[in-house]
């Protein structure tokens, strides 16, 4: 089922998520609607927040990009409890960075190259990996959902308030999506 995509402004992503226990409830639905969402709405991942619910929880697929990063080719992650440790020693790069919870607005986000993930699969297998370039990126900034920040929290003040009128448009749920969504101060769906 397509969820609608929570809009800047919901609380709910600026919340630091819960972890996801063995238990939830509904969790493969979850992860299946998930994915339903994000390929409806032409994104690359999404983190559970985005969809309204407060847990740790992240679907990537990046395969998409394959053509401009081939290493990205058949890369597909269910992400759940995922921590991040950033290699402090790995070059920064800037790029430009979107989101579905963001729409009509991307920004340049300098991140660093290379990661440390540790995570748990949908088959509750643990993983670990050393991950590098631009799939390090995307993992970043999905996993920013769960701590309650998103990609505008890391561009300079200059650029926050050239921005403001929009993220404060996107509040009273005056922007246009070309997908389903939720926002703050309106019934709009």
């Known amino acids: 089922m397509i969820l609608p995509v929570y809009i800047y402004g919901q609380p709910v992503l600026r919340k630091e998520a819960e972890l996801v226990t063995k238990d939830y409830e509904g969790l493969n639905e979850l992860i299946e609607n998930m994915k339903e969402t994000m390929y409806a709405s032409n994104g690359i991942g999404i983190a559970a927040p985005q969809v309204g619910v407060s847990l740790k929880l992240v679907f990537i ?44 607005i991307s920004e340049n986000v300098t991140r660093h190259s290379k990661i440390h993930l540790k995570w748990t699969d949908e088959n509750w297998v643990e993983h670990e990996e050393d991950i590098e370039g631009y799939l390090a ?30 993220l404060s448009n996107m509040i009273k749920g005056k922007v246009r999506c070309s997908y389903k969504a939720k926002f703050f101060n309106s019934k709009k769906k």
């Open 61 to 104: 697929d990046v395969d998409v990009l394959k053509e401009d990063f081939p290493e990205l080719e058949g890369v597909q992650m269910v992400l759940i409890n995922p921590e991040v440790t950033v290699d402090e020693n790995s070059p920064k790069v800037t790029r430009e960075e979107g989101c579905l919870s963001v729409p009509g």
């Open 137 to 166: 990126r995307v993992v970043q900034h999905e996993c920013d959902h769960l701590d309650g920040h998103m990609f505008i929290d890391w561009i300079s003040a200059i650029r926050k308030q050239l921005i403001r009128t929009k």
